[in-house]
């Protein structure tokens, strides 16, 4: 993930002409909140119809969307990963 996170970081200033990463950049956060949108819907409309091999499709239709939105904004994967381990923290001292 992290790998491609940096992709994703270096198509930021591509050519949107040659790069769908560019692109989706070039659209706006809006656009780009509505993919991660359409692709969460999918992946749940996949894991509903049991599809398994279309459910890990979708799913990495949705990270790597997720991804440029986070980059869009100006945030990191390990941001997101530092409010799971917070999380998990809390949980931990609940039980």
């Given at each position: ?29 809006k ?10 819907v999918e ?53």
């Amino acid at each position: 993930m992290s790998e491609l996170e940096a992709v994703i970081a270096g198509r930021k200033t591509a050519d949107a002409s040659t790069s769908y990463t560019a692109r989706l950049f070039n659209e706006g956060i809006k656009y780009v909140s509505q993919k991660v949108g359409e692709e969460a819907v999918e992946t749940a409309l996949a894991a509903t119809a049991g599809d398994a091999r279309e459910t890990a499709e979708e799913s990495a239709d949705l990270l790597y969307h997720l991804l440029v939105l986070l980059q869009q904004k100006g945030l990191s994967l390990n941001a997101v990963i530092q409010v799971l381990k917070t999380r998990h923290g809390k949980i931990n001292e609940t039980n």
